[in-house]
T-cell receptor, first 113, second 114 residues
Framework: DQQVKQNSPSLSVQEGRISILNCDYT??????FLWYKKYPAEGPTFLIS?????DKNEDGRFTVFLNKSAKHLSLHIVPSQPGDSAVYFC????????????FGSGTRLLVRP | EPEVTQTPSHQVTQMGQEVILRCVPI?????FYWYRQILGQKVEFLVS????????KSEIFDDQFSVERPDGSNFTLKIRSTKLEDSAMYFC????????????FGPGTRLLVL
């Protein structure tokens, strides 16, 4: 059941440049999308979210864009820093009684100094 | 800043043994979750808990699994008879209320079943 897909398992960018992480989904009922960052042996850390009724949300260096017609969202990190190197998970919220999250498989970002 | 805590950080057990994974969610949160991540796979939902009862469970969450909130602060996941395939990272998460979308995750418990 691949409701949330991150098709790029890894991404490498130069420090100071833009990192763009992509996520696709199939279920049009999702009402929120969230990005989490995860370091090895730690839990996912919340980064930024976007409501399904918005097309952009920005928080400092992080911006998430949502294209509902394409069922696609992306996370932009500008400028990228070596400390951003981690695995990034896209997650979608199911608006039912549990509000559970459905996760993508993650993209490993490496920011080279 | 408040955070979700989990104990133990690592647990090694023999197949067939019972394990209890413990979590202390953020204090004013009302929704509680367990997720797991098998090595190399996605983070997957196990169970959600609200108002002292399970609100939803996945097909993974069979009769061998149970959850409790025994004292208003701890939130536990019990696996009665562990199987090799239960080896995974188990994450607890909590959320303040229905309108807020953000779930805050604990650091996880790495469970290894031998």
């Amino acid at each position: 059941d691949q409701q949330v897909k991150q098709n790029s398992p890894s991404l490498s960018v130069q420090e100071g440049r833009i990192s763009i992480l992509n996520c696709d989904y199939t279920n049009s009922m999702f009402d929120y999308f969230l990005w989490y960052k995860k370091y090895p042996a730690e839990g996912p850390t919340f980064l930024i979210s976007i409501s399904s009724i918005k097309d952009k949300n920005e928080d400092g260096r992080f911006t998430v864009f949502l294209n509902k017609s394409a069922k696609h969202l992306s996370l932009h990190i500008v400028p990228s820093q070596p400390g951003d190197s981690a695995v990034y998970f896209c997650a979608a919220r199911v608006p039912d009684s549990s509000y559970k999250l459905i996760f993508g498989s993650g993209t490993r970002l490496l920011v080279r100094p | 800043e408040p955070e979700v805590t989990q104990t133990p950080s690592h647990q090694v057990t023999q197949m067939g043994q019972e394990v209890i994974l413990r979590c202390v969610p953020i204090s004013n949160h009302l929704y509680f979750y367990w997720y797991r991540q098998i090595l190399g796979q996605k983070v997957e939902f196990l169970v959600s808990f609200y108002n002292n009862e399970i609100s939803e469970k996945s097909e993974i969450f069979d009769d061998q699994f149970s959850v409790e909130r025994p004292d208003g602060s701890n939130f536990t996941l019990k696996i009665r008879s562990t199987k090799l395939e239960d080896s995974a990272m188990y994450f607890c998460a909590s959320k303040v209320g229905s309108l807020k979308e953000t779930q805050y995750f604990g650091p996880g418990t790495r469970l290894l079943v031998l």
